[in-house]
């Protein structure tokens, strides 16, 4: 592999420049079954290393311990990365309740509590991490805008809006970063929503794009390489027949795969990038992974060009998809297109 470090791209007209590949961080906290802290830690040196700059959590994920987790690197490194947190999904101490809070009151307890576990006095992008259509999405932005103008806060994002959601958004305070669920499994995002980032200049980060997993190829049946505490077992596209169907749509992927000698999760990768380029937007893959071989392995794909042949023979895959992205849709833009 080059040692050369990736190529770096803007989030949003007036935002920061980044690595063309981010980092997700939600797996070293929960989620994916037990981590080896110190084995992630070098991880995220190692994706510092290769020109990763972007690298993204929120406030939900481990109820504030993935926060927790990167300051120490968030200090040692501060001016060379942008840091990404979210607000919106409230947990409890009920493992099982996600609640979605877009009123000002939470936002203004949220931020204080994620500067405070991040060891820092601004965060890079904050996002709102789920919409609360009781809210006013303009009140909401509203409220994330006086943020900005506190110096608490540099950029604005979204995650799982609707095309019209951004654009509304957009008119009251400039976004950035759109983050929703985009991959080769999972192209609901180009309903609406492509089309409108590409058209106010808003970067889009695709969260999962290697589909949690399943587009490395490792799964081939209902669950049986998972850890009893992996939330996959729960997602529909693992379970049940949904999952062998879903591992046999990957034969072209493997063929792709295998004729430029790279792995099928590179080939995903790949995918999402030149897919962005059709549409003349700025992209920001967050691929997760708390092992430093797997984030060599991602970061390799920046560097593999698909033919247009390669490409239209992938382009049939999500429509044949078995099984929603969540058990419960209710809370993703999808659901209110």
């Avoid at 929703?180 to 970067?203: I, P």
Wanted: net charge negative.
């Amino acid at each position: 592999m080059s040692n050369s470090k990736i190529a770096q791209v803007r989030l949003g007209t007036n935002g920061p420049l980044v690595g063309i590949q981010g980092l997700g961080c939600m797996g070293i906290s929960e989620f994916y079954g037990d981590t080896d802290e110190a084995a992630a830690g070098e991880t995220l040196r190692t994706a510092l290393a290769q020109g990763v700059t972007l690298f993204d959590t929120a406030d939900a994920y481990g109820r504030g311990a993935n926060e927790e987790f990167l300051a120490p690197f968030v200090a040692a490194h501060r001016d060379e990365i942008t840091l990404a947190t979210k607000f919106a999904i409230e947990r409890t101490d009920d493992p099982h309740y996600r609640g979605v809070r877009n009123d000002r009151a939470y936002l203004r307890q949220a931020v204080e509590n994620s500067l405070r576990r991040l060891g820092t006095e601004v965060i890079d992008l904050y996002y709102m991490h789920r919409r609360d259509p009781a809210v006013p999405l303009a009140e909401s932005v509203g409220a994330m805008a006086e943020l900005v103008e506190e110096g608490k806060v540099k950029h604005l994002g979204l995650s799982e809006v609707t095309g019209a959601e951004l654009r509304e958004a957009h008119a009251v305070h400039p976004i950035a970063a759109l983050q929703s669920e985009w991959s080769l499994f999972s192209r609901d995002v180009e309903r609406s929503a492509v089309g409108a980032a590409a058209e106010l200049g808003v970067a889009l980060v695709p969260y999962s794009p290697l589909g949690r997993g399943f587009l490395t190829g490792a799964f081939t049946d209902a669950g049986t390489q998972l850890s009893a505490d992996d939330y996959r077992r729960y997602q529909p596209r693992f379970t049940g027949e949904n999952a062998t169907a879903n591992a046999a749509l990957l034969e072209p992927v493997h063929k792709i795969a295998a004729a430029h000698g790279a792995s099928v999760g590179q080939v995903a990768l790949a995918w999402v990038q030149q897919r962005a380029q059709v549409h003349s937007l700025a992209v920001v893959p967050i691929p997760g992974t708390r092992k430093a071989s797997r984030l060599l392995e991602n970061v390799g794909a920046t560097r593999l060009t698909l033919s247009q042949d390669e490409l239209a023979s992938l382009e049939p895959i999500a429509g044949q998809v078995a099984g929603d992205r969540y058990p419960d849709m209710s809370s993703t833009s999808t659901a209110r297109e």
